[in-house]
């Protein structure tokens, strides 16, 4: 039997964690020769993509989410607005600012926005986990604006955090300019840098479990709860997606990046510039082409 067929969910999750932290991760027996090492914010050169199904999609990437590799590409370099699939980077930015456990206090300046919005109020008080999470399963631009102000005292200097985060793990073809993916004149990512993106992202733990969490209730502060669900249709189409990201504007066309643990192997698809029909049988398609 091979060694990848021998390793599970949860082997997987430890090689992640260990990736994080900058150490070799484990594996289960058999041991190789020379321990699998997974170097963070490397794309490895592509694989020919054998029998790869056709989508619809105007750029789309597989890469193996332990080793970086490209398993598939489609036009993956060519820039184009990416829509709310960057809010993973502003998640990233969060996470990296400190704990999730500090609170957020909402200003009326974080709710001037439209049209995805949880509604939370000027005054409230939450705590950036709890914010973070409802970014990740409804995408609510408004908790985007409030953590970003949170971070760094102003969206401007949130957005420059963003381009220097970006940079530092590889985005080489990217550029921000507002923390909820919102159309804006210079905004601008590639598929390829996005599965960078979700790459670095899939090593946090917490933020692992938020993405393929299907429903979340939130709890606003005078005690009404909101049943938020996730906005990725893979997580019921495929019982092996682990989650990721949606995100949809008129300039980006339907996005998605999803992401799939099976047999031992672990990938990330990015799909953008899909349809409404098209978008989830693409990255149906991707995942099924490389998992199974």
Request: net charge positive; hydrophobic share 40%.
């Amino acid at each position: 039997m091979k060694l990848r067929e021998l390793l599970t969910t949860t082997t997987i999750a430890a090689l992640l964690a260990a990736c994080s932290a900058g150490q070799a991760p484990p594996m289960q027996p058999p041991v190789p020769a020379q321990p699998v090492v997974v170097r963070p914010n490397i794309v490895r050169p592509n694989l020919p993509s054998v029998n790869a199904p056709s989508i619809q999609a105007g750029s789309a990437v597989v890469i193996d989410t332990i080793t970086g590799r490209i398993l598939y590409q489609k036009s993956a370099r060519t820039p184009r607005a990416v829509a709310s699939t960057q809010k993973l980077l502003t998640a990233l930015c969060v996470t990296k600012a400190g704990p999730l456990a500090n609170t957020v206090t909402v200003q009326a300046s974080d709710t001037a926005v439209e049209p995805s919005k949880i509604y939370i109020k000027a005054g409230e008080t939450y705590t950036r986990r709890a914010l973070v999470k409802a970014l990740l399963v409804k995408s609510g631009n408004d908790v985007a604006k409030a953590l970003a102000r949170d971070v760094s005292g102003t969206e401007a200097a949130f957005i420059n955090l963003m381009n220097n985060t970006a940079k530092s793990i590889g985005m080489t073809r990217s550029h921000f300019k507002n923390p909820h993916g919102l159309t804006e004149e210079g905004q601008f990512s590639t598929a390829l840098d996005i599965a960078i993106l979700a790459r670095e992202v899939t090593k946090i733990p917490y933020y692992r479990e938020c993405m393929k969490t299907k429903e979340y209730v939130f709890q606003y502060p005078d005690g009404r709860t909101r049943t938020l669900t996730n906005t990725n249709k893979i997580l019921s189409r495929l019982p092996y997606c682990t989650g990721m990201k949606t995100g949809t504007t008129r300039a980006s066309g339907r996005c998605l990046v999803s992401s799939g643990v099976l047999n031992g192997k672990a990938v990330i698809a990015v799909t953008l510039g899909s349809t409404s029909a098209e978008i989830w049988n693409d990255s149906e398609k991707l995942l099924k082409w490389a998992l199974e």
